[in-house]
């Protein structure tokens, strides 16, 4: 059965704090693992990571896959008050439908900011 | 635009009622997916829509029944739902690359069955 695991389950560091977020998996036919920032309200997509060690980076986030150890990380430098949500991690793999895909999501991360 | 639009927001629904959550996007996605998600826990698939041909059913009993009227719109009908079903229902779409595609989500419905 398809796994997706996200270490730690929550977190709370000050503002300015530089801070890892981990995500191993076990799926079979890998395809691609994404990251999702959750708030409120829907999950808003991050990154897509397919091909291992190359570094995808927006601003303060990056992240980066291994391939061969089956994780991902994201990483958030100088963390703001507005990182504060549910970091997603969730992986393509198994069935592959035309047209479609089936992610399977961990847990969640949650990170608290506190100023 | 990675808008997925999702009517309503919010939806309070007896036991006894039939409803519908509605779903749109217009970014020429031919997959579409329902996800359910209950508090402090990820999204779970329910349904994919693949070429609006309903393509993956995850064991979701019968009171759910989605419908893809075309490639651009996406229901999920509602009957004699139980309070248990109370949940945020997430419509998401994604490109036909053959996988490795992005699937972007709209902001969901909050549905509260009393």
């Known amino acids: 059965e398809d796994k997706v695991v996200q270490s730690p389950l929550s977190l709370v560091v000050h503002e300015g704090d530089t801070v890892t977020l981990n995500c191993s998996y076990e799926?079979?036919?890998?395809?691609?693992l994404l990251w999702y920032k959750q708030e409120k309200k829907a999950p808003t997509f991050l990154f897509m990571l397919t091909s291992s060690g190359i570094e995808k980076k927006s601003g303060r986030l990056s992240s980066i896959l291994d391939k061969k150890e089956l994780f991902s990380i994201l990483n958030i430098t100088a963390t703001q008050t507005g990182d504060s949500a549910v970091y997603l991690c969730a992986v393509e793999g198994a069935i592959i439908i035309q047209g479609a895909q089936k992610l399977v999501f961990g847990q969640g991360t949650r990170l608290t900011i506190n100023p | 635009d990675t808008e997925v639009t999702q009517t309503p927001k919010h939806l309070v629904m007896g036991m006894t009622n039939k409803k519908s959550l509605k779903c749109e996007q217009h970014?020429?996605?031919?997959?579409m997916y329902w996800y359910k998600q209950k508090a402090k826990k990820p999204p779970e698939l329910m349904f994919v829509?693949?070429?609006?041909?309903?393509?993956i059913n995850e064991s979701v009993p019968s009171r759910f029944s989605p419908e893809c009227p075309n490639s651009s719109l996406l229901n999920l009908h509602l009957h004699a739902l139980q309070p248990e079903d109370s949940a945020l229902y997430l419509c998401?779409?994604?490109?036909?690359?053959?996988?490795?595609?992005?699937?972007?989500f709209g902001e969901g419905s909050w549905l509260t069955v009393v």
């Open positions: 970014m020429g996605h031919r997959a």
């Open positions: 829509y693949s070429y609006e041909k309903l393509s």
């Open positions: 799926v079979t036919n890998f395809r691609s």
């Open positions: 998401a779409s994604s490109e036909d690359r053959g996988g490795g595609n992005t699937i972007y």
